[in-house]
């Protein structure tokens, strides 16, 4: 079993950046990857960004360029950096770790607006 949980989430006006948090725990022992997704209202859930366990990244196009995942093993923490954030950047952000199952965490809200 993986415990998954998101934090950093917040109100931010537009241009502003925001660094979230994926923390996981428990049975670790072989993660595929880690993935965020967003789930704006009224919409379907969508990936944001994938980090594979060869460290390497792959980012949709609404968030190439402003995005970025990071990690750190020693903490069992993937980051989500999000700059020059805009209002279309609303949603409940997710993080999806991938072993032999998936595992979610609740989300965290994420606003964009003045």
């Known amino acids: 079993q993986v415990h998954v949980v998101e934090s950093g989430g917040g109100l931010v006006q537009p241009g502003g950046s925001l660094r979230l948090s994926c923390a996981a725990s428990g049975s670790i022992f072989r993660i595929n990857g880690i993935g965020w997704y967003r789930q704006a209202p009224g919409k379907q859930r969508e990936l944001v960004g994938w980090?594979?366990?060869?460290?390497?990244?792959t980012y949709a196009d609404s968030v190439k360029g402003r995005f970025s995942i990071s990690r750190d093993n020693a903490k069992n923490t993937v980051y989500l950096q999000m700059n020059n954030l805009e209002p279309e950047d609303t949603a409940v952000y997710y993080c999806?770790?991938?072993?032999?199952?998936?595992?979610w965490g609740q989300g965290t809200q994420v606003t964009v607006s003045s």
């Open positions: 980090l594979r366990s060869d460290g390497t990244t």
């Open positions: 999806r770790v991938s072993t032999t199952e998936l595992y």
